[in-house]
């Protein structure tokens, strides 16, 4: 099931490099911070995030570390992630939807250490400025479908341009 669903998203995320809608060059186009909570393991997360601008009309990239501190563990997260924006104005909330890919490398309080490669489906709403970009308000959620937590809940801003 797990297996499919990647697929899926895979195939949704490059099908989605012909829609239509204002593309932003590649390059760094803010930075903010980013707090929430996580499901198995139990945790407050923080982080921070860098809007890389857009591999194809309405594809974001923006990827992110996020270290996550309960349970008795410490999770540091890093991951690279791909999101189709619905809609192109900036101005306006648009839904998106993504996936991302990174090491989760996890440390328990009283010694032992593991890591793994997290993947991550994620869903999402977010607003920016309007006219200028100069900047985004979100709110995503994300699925762990193999070596992640089981679910993030996220709110971040971006300041830039």
């Known amino acids: 099931m797990k297996k499919t669903l990647i ?4 195939i949704g995320l490059f099908g989605s490099l012909t829609a239509y809608g204002n593309r932003r060059p590649v ?6 911070p980013r707090v929430g909570f996580t499901v198995n393991p139990d ?5 921070v995030h860098f809007d890389l601008g857009d591999l ?6 923006q990827p992110n570390l996020e270290i996550g501190f309960g349970d008795n563990l410490t999770v540091v997260a890093p991951s690279f992630e791909v999101d189709y924006r ?23 309080k009283h010694g032992g250490s ?3 490669l997290g993947i991550y489906l994620q ?16 709110v995503e959620g994300k699925l762990g479908l193999a070596d992640a937590p089981d679910f993030k809940a ?5 300041f830039g341009q």
Request: avoid cysteine; proline fraction near 3%.
């Open 86 to 108: 619905f809609r192109s104005d900036w101005g306006a909330w648009t839904p998106y939807l993504g996936g991302g890919a990174g090491p989760v490398f996890y440390s328990a």
């Open 27 to 32: 390059g760094i186009h803010g930075i903010g």
């Open 123 to 138: 869903f999402g709403i977010g607003k920016g400025s309007y006219g200028n970009k100069s900047g985004h308000f979100f």
């Open 154 to 158: 996220t709110v971040g801003w971006t």
């Open 43 to 47: 945790q407050i997360h923080v982080g």
């Open 7 to 10: 697929i899926v998203l895979m």
């Open 114 to 116: 593991a890591s793994e």
């Open 56 to 61: 194809g009309d309405n594809l974001m990239m």
